[in-house]
């Protein structure tokens, strides 16, 4: 799967590379991902985790014909999830916090429909797959515990993308499209990314099945 994200990378940028007509479109944004997850195996209703976070990157929008064009792009995100629990009595006491920090590179290979409607104005669609490869993801916890006075404090790390021990695919392919409002040169966008590989690593899981889906609010600028 690494070879594939390696093999899209490098054509995209050839393909950026020869086109004199392109235009350069950065953007960042917030970032919502829920990732749902279920036993295979048992008939319980699926998990679901939610993490909020940032993107940010470019595109460049090739013009094919009309309003027709082929956007690829490369953006980065960062995605955070925090937990904390506490509780005892005047004697004893615990206190416990995860948190859960994951950073994504992706490769987007969107078709685009875009329309003027006056002015400065445009609207504007697009859809295509989103090629992801995680860099990082990791959990660190801490916990404390007071007992007549005194503490007893203990941290720890977890790395989700171990080979031997990690639970998150490193790799998926998502589907997804948005569309978005253009004013002169600043664009608003909303769009939606549904993740079509499982997202565990079914190495050391087997048996689970998870699919991300990951919303996106943010601004460009056509440059």
Do not use: C, W
Not at 31 to 57: C, H, Q, W
Not at 107 to 130: D, E, H, S
Not at 204 to 221: A, C, D, M, P, T
């Amino acid at each position: 799967m690494k070879k594939v994200f390696a093999t899209v990378l490098p054509a995209v940028l050839l393909l950026l590379g020869t086109q004199a007509n392109a235009q350069l479109i950065p953007g960042a944004g917030y970032l919502r991902s829920t990732d749902t997850v279920k036993n295979t195996s048992s008939s319980d209703a699926p998990s679901t985790e939610a993490m909020n976070g940032f993107y940010i990157g470019a595109s460049y929008n090739i013009p094919i014909v009309g309003v027709l064009g082929i956007a690829p792009g490369f953006y980065a995100d960062m995605l955070f999830q925090s937990k904390d629990a506490d509780g005892g009595s005047k004697f004893l006491n615990y206190s416990a916090a995860s948190r859960y920090t994951e950073v994504d590179l992706n490769i987007p290979v969107n078709l685009t429909l875009k329309f003027n409607v006056g002015g400065n104005a445009a609207i504007f669609a697009y859809g295509g797959p989103v090629f992801q490869y995680a860099v990082m993801a990791r959990t660190t916890t801490s916990g404390t515990i007071r007992l007549l006075g005194q503490n007893a404090t203990r941290n720890d790390a977890f790395n989700h993308l171990d080979a031997e021990n990690g639970t998150l695919n490193p790799f998926n392919i998502y589907m997804g499209g948005g569309a978005g409002f253009q004013l002169g040169d600043l664009q608003l966008v909303v769009g939606y990314d549904y993740g079509l590989l499982n997202s565990v690593n079914t190495k050391n899981y087997s048996g689970y099945e998870g699919h991300r889906g990951n919303l996106k609010v943010g601004l460009n600028i056509a440059l």
